[in-house]
């Protein structure tokens, strides 16, 4: 004990004193303080992204179901279109049919109407005509038949026969 | 109480016990014993040196002397950086340092004028000489008086030099300072360290983890990051360049584990809660003459704790430094080189092993025992488990 009390240095000591006391200021100042703040800072960084991939994933579930509930919804709303479609365009072709219908009967009665219209025009326009040739024949007659007696009574007689025949 | 309650830590406090006994018990008898053949020489020495005789000595004696006399010349602080010396010729390679006296008034030379203790130095008509490691005051003829105990009894001046181990200090910390700032500036370019920062990063998570936030508690721990990172790495890495041939000791100076010791202490002191000064001076849950008993042992508790400190740190390496320079000598010593070679060597080798460990060991436990006095004197005690916690405060304490 007396050896070391003897040996103990106050001049080392109090060097000591001071480089420690500087060395941890300075270490604390310059390495330790940004060294401590970088590795909590990275651990806090390592925390926080192993929480937000949790968190992406999370919604990237979400995301699906939304996704999948979309397509659903737009392949519902599809059919029900394509649905909708048909029918119109069967109403269209049904409507167009007897549309179609009617306007033909229509034009089948209008061109019946005309025929008729027509027929009887012609037959009076006929009747007029022979009418006229029959006054032309007997105007012929009466005159050949004036003229000659004997041919006159001929003529009545081939009359009477035509129209005892008839 | 951390400790105990995990086992693996209370495993490696007890190895960590048990290998001071394998490492520094059994050299102890042995340098022991060298240090009474020194003193048997010493005082020979002085016997002869008082009756102006000249007593030759056996060679075997003169060689186990100056072994001795080597070793503790290297466990001791120097005024001059010296890496070996030539002894037929008298020359030492190495520099020297600055000496700074405080003797009426502020006196600088380099200790080149001491010439390694063998001359005296003339500084402005004051006359200094080294006599083993310390600067005494005398005159021009270098005369150094004795008291009846071979101490002298020359002024000391007190002496403020740039010693080795001051040197030692200086360059440690410079090396750390480059070391950590260069790795807080590595974090500017990305998240992960590069390079040596990824070593340097895991001891620092490891004293946070493994040390600070299980003995201080995560909320309080931050405060004290700095101190324990400053002194486990300073500590590690003087321990480690005791280890190289360039002969440093600093960590087994004890002036310098006791201003380790006292920095700790200090601050946990200054940073202590009012629950613990309660326990300290007015023990809550006993009687009140226990109370009175109590606090005089609880206050001396509070010194034993960082003299534990230091004393187990200053031992320990010093007790390295001497088992592996005796192994060493062995060579020198021995009678028989081609016996001693390879046991010496082989011996060297595996203390050295050992030593390796055990600087990373004391660091830590250093480390470790600080933290857990900081923890005891900041945290907030919780009334249900007293019993509990000062029964494990006891066997911490008895453990290590």
Redesign the interface.
């Given at each position: 004990m007396e050896k070391?009390i003897?040996?103990?240095?106050?001049?080392?000591?109090?060097?000591?004193?001071i480089?420690?006391l500087?060395?941890?200021l300075?270490?604390?100042k310059?390495?330790?303080?940004?060294?401590?703040e970088?590795?909590t800072?990275?651990e806090e960084?390592i925390r926080d992204a192993i929480a937000s991939a949790e968190t992406a994933r999370k919604e990237m579930l979400n995301l699906k179901a939304d996704n999948q509930r979309l397509l659903d919804e737009a392949r519902a709303e599809r059919d029900t279109m394509l649905k909708e479609a048909r029918e119109i365009k069967e109403k269209m072709i049904a409507d167009a049919k007897s549309e179609a219908q009617i306007q033909g009967a229509k034009m089948i009665e209008q061109a019946k109407a005309t025929i008729e219209g027509e027929k009887n025009a012609a037959l009076a326009e006929l009747k007029t005509q022979v009418s006229g040739l029959s006054l032309e024949i007997a105007e012929k007659l009466l005159k050949g038949e004036l003229s000659n007696k004997a041919s006159q009574t001929v003529l009545v007689e081939k009359m009477l026969d035509e129209v005892k025949l008839n | 109480m951390v400790i105990t309650k995990q086992p693996v830590r209370l495993l490696l406090t007890a190895f960590v016990g048990l290998l001071s006994v394998v490492a520094m018990a059994n050299p102890v008898t042995d340098s022991a014993q060298v240090k009474v053949d020194t003193a048997h020489v010493a005082a020979e020495a002085t016997h002869t040196a008082a009756e102006h005789e000249v007593k030759a000595l056996t060679p075997e004696e003169e060689k186990k002397e100056k072994v001795t006399a080597f070793i503790e010349h290297h466990l001791q602080d120097s005024h001059d950086f010296t890496f070996f010396s030539d002894e037929k010729e008298g020359k030492h390679y190495g520099f020297s340092l600055p000496v700074i006296l405080l003797d009426n008034g502020l006196k600088i030379f380099s200790s080149s004028k001491f010439h390694h203790g063998e001359e005296v130095a003339e500084v402005d008509g004051n006359y200094y000489k080294l006599y083993h490691g310390k600067i005494y005051k005398t005159d021009a003829t270098g005369t150094i008086t004795y008291d009846e105990h071979h101490h002298p009894t020359n002024a000391k001046p007190l002496d403020f030099s740039i010693t080795k181990n001051v040197f030692s200090l200086l360059i440690v910390s410079a090396i750390l300072l480059f070391m950590f700032t260069s790795l807080a500036k590595s974090y500017k370019k990305g998240p992960v360290p590069t390079g040596f920062g990824r070593v340097l990063e895991p001891l620092i998570l490891f004293i946070r983890d493994e040390v600070a936030i299980p003995n201080i508690g995560e909320k309080k721990y931050r405060k004290f990051m700095g101190y324990l990172l400053t002194v486990f790495f300073l500590i590690w890495l003087l321990n480690l360049l005791g280890m190289t041939p360039l002969g440093i000791n600093v960590t087994g100076n004890i002036a310098v584990t006791v201003c380790l010791a006292i920095f700790t202490y200090i601050i946990t002191q200054f940073s202590a809660n009012k629950d613990y000064w309660g326990h300290i001076f007015w023990m809550p849950g006993v009687p009140v003459p226990m109370k009175i008993i109590l606090a005089p042992i609880e206050v001396l508790g509070t010194l034993t704790k960082p003299f534990a400190l230091l004393i187990r740190l200053f031992a320990n390496i010093t007790a390295g430094h001497v088992v592996i320079m005796s192994l060493i000598a062995m060579i020198f010593v021995g009678k028989n080189l081609a016996a001693d070679l390879p046991i010496s060597l082989g011996l060297t080798l595996f203390i050295s092993i050992i030593e390796l460990l055990v600087a990373f060991l004391q660091a830590f436990i250093f480390t470790m025992l600080s933290s857990l006095f900081i923890g005891m004197a900041v945290q907030d005690h919780h009334h249900d488990d007293h019993e509990h916690y000062d029964g494990h405060d006891f066997v911490d304490n008895s453990i290590v």
């Open positions: 070391l003897n040996d103990f240095s106050f001049g080392l000591f109090f060097w000591q004193a480089i420690l500087v060395l941890i300075l270490l604390v310059f390495a330790w303080k940004p060294i401590m970088s590795i800072a990275r960084g | -």
